[in-house]
């Protein structure tokens, strides 16, 4: 409940287009390199979870998740977690996440 708590309070309230709604977008973590089933893909209701055939792993876009939670549930090696909750030793995953849709072009993300 605190976590949800946290979530709401830092909320912009501007719901402009273009704008970033949400600050603590999910992300994906190492337990998915190898696995990549793509459960999450399937459950993301704004098809934010990207990957190519060359990557090992999926990524969460942080500039379209908006922060349902539908992925985590559905993981089986508990590899997403909101940005503010990352497991000790995972904080890099949230940059490594955005990396991904920045270095990646569009047209190639599956
Ligand atoms: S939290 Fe929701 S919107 Fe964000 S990646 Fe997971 S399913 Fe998609
Ligand atoms: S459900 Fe988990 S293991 Fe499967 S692709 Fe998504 S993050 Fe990776």
Wanted: hydrophobic share 35%; with cysteine; glycine share 4%.
């Amino acid at each position: 409940m605190v976590a949800q708590g946290r979530a709401l309070a830092a909320a912009p309230t501007d719901a402009s287009p273009g704008r970033r709604l949400n600050p603590m977008p999910y992300v994906i973590t190492e337990p998915c390199i190898d696995v990549k089933d793509g459960s999450c893909v399937d459950a993301c209701p704004v098809d934010c979870i990207k990957t190519t055939p060359d990557h090992r792993m999926y990524y969460i876009d942080p500039d379209r998740c908006i922060d349902c939670n539908a992925c985590r549930h559905v993981c089986p090696v508990d590899a997403i977690y909101s940005s503010w909750e990352l497991p000790e030793g995972q904080e890099e995953y949230e940059q490594i996440n955005a990396d991904f849709f920045k270095t990646v072009p569009a047209a190639a993300q599956r």
